[in-house]
């Protein structure tokens, strides 16, 4: 079992299809979601992460959600990994989640503090503690924008104890956190959030947990290698590019954001379910606007 969750793992958006029959009248298209899967991988991703907050995790049914991953195990086939989300209110439902997952073939999990509760250090340690023992690499994810609760570097290093946690997403924004967190602890920092990608790499970021290659996968790719091989001037020049439109994965409306971006490039990404809405006029505007300047950057220095 690996226990290394590094690389380009794709926080994937999930697709629907219009039903009537299904919740909100959008039901989950697995087999467009299954070639996703197949494209993201064979475009160079290193992973998929079904059922995150870009996979709107919360507006599933529970079958739905298990179908989800795997479906993502089916897709990837081996060829990479696939991380979990196994995020809840309590850890006997996070630990339900990961024991699903460990059957269904996920490689690891990734998983929020208590979500809808400002747990306290000790309640965060317990809950990881417990979904640990389903045994899968696990992943902790800090957005202490969403839960109200922060990994700060000195209880990362606590969670970090327990055997099963290799990696920490690092979502705050605070890059200054890299370097503190490996002072007070062994552990993998995952760049969280698309706009400190270069500033959290540039610092030793070991893997990015991502929205924004579900639409360019292949240029993702290629901006880690290079950083990740020292070459920072290359690499800076492809996201300085990009960044304006990476920016927002760190908004509330990330996920209608990724889909309409994934829409202008000629990949579905479609509709969201409640409680996510259209975008304003504004938004859509700018999303537009900034997509087609990253498909003529990334066109004119393929040239």
């Known amino acids: 079992m690996t226990t290394d969750l590094r690389g380009v793992i794709v926080a994937t958006a999930l697709p629907y299809r219009e039903d009537p029959s299904a919740p909100a009248g959008l039901a989950v298209d697995y087999d467009r979601y299954a070639e996703h899967c197949d494209w993201l991988i064979s475009n160079g991703c290193h992973g998929v992460g079904p059922n995150g907050s870009l996979g709107e995790y919360s507006s599933l049914t529970d079958e739905e959600r298990r179908r989800v991953v795997q479906v993502a195990v089916e897709a990837v086939g081996g060829r990479g990994l696939v991380v979990a989300g196994v995020h809840g209110p309590g850890w006997h439902q996070g630990r339900r989640w990961a024991e699903l997952a460990a059957e269904d073939g996920a490689n690891g999990v990734l998983a929020l503090p208590p979500t809808m509760y400002r747990a306290s250090d000790s309640q965060v340690i317990e809950h990881y503690t417990r979904i640990a023992e389903a045994g899968l690499p696990m992943m902790i994810y800090n957005n202490p924008y969403d839960t109200k609760v922060d990994l700060v570097p000195s209880l990362v290093a606590e969670i970090a104890r327990i055997p099963q946690v290799v990696a920490v997403k690092e979502f705050s924004g605070d890059v200054r956190r890299l370097f503190e967190i490996r002072e007070k602890c062994d552990i993998d920092v995952i760049a969280g959030a698309d706009?400190?990608?270069?500033?959290?790499?540039?610092?030793?970021?070991?893997?990015?947990?991502?929205?924004?290659?579900?639409?360019?996968?292949?240029?993702?790719?290629?901006?880690?290698?290079?950083?990740?091989?020292?070459?920072?001037?290359?690499?800076?020049?492809?996201?300085?590019?990009?960044?304006?439109?990476?920016?927002?994965?760190?908004?509330?409306?990330?996920?209608?954001?990724?889909?309409?971006?994934?829409?202008?490039?000629?990949?579905?990404?479609?509709?969201?379910?409640?409680?996510?809405?259209?975008?304003?006029?504004?938004?859509?505007?700018?999303?537009?606007?900034?997509?087609?300047?990253?498909?003529?950057?990334?066109?004119?220095?393929?040239?």
């Open 195 to 303: 706009d400190v990608l270069f500033e959290l790499m540039v610092d030793g970021a070991v893997g990015w947990f991502a929205g924004f290659p579900n639409v360019f996968p292949a240029e993702s790719v290629r901006i880690y290698d290079l950083m990740l091989a020292g070459q920072v001037t290359e690499a800076r020049a492809l996201y300085e590019r990009l960044v304006a439109l990476f920016r927002w994965d760190s908004r509330t409306e990330f996920v209608q954001a990724i889909k309409l971006s994934m829409d202008l490039v000629g990949r579905y990404g479609g509709p969201c379910r409640p409680p996510r809405g259209a975008l304003a006029p504004e938004h859509r505007a700018q999303i537009e606007a900034e997509t087609k300047r990253a498909v003529e950057a990334v066109a004119d220095l393929a040239a």
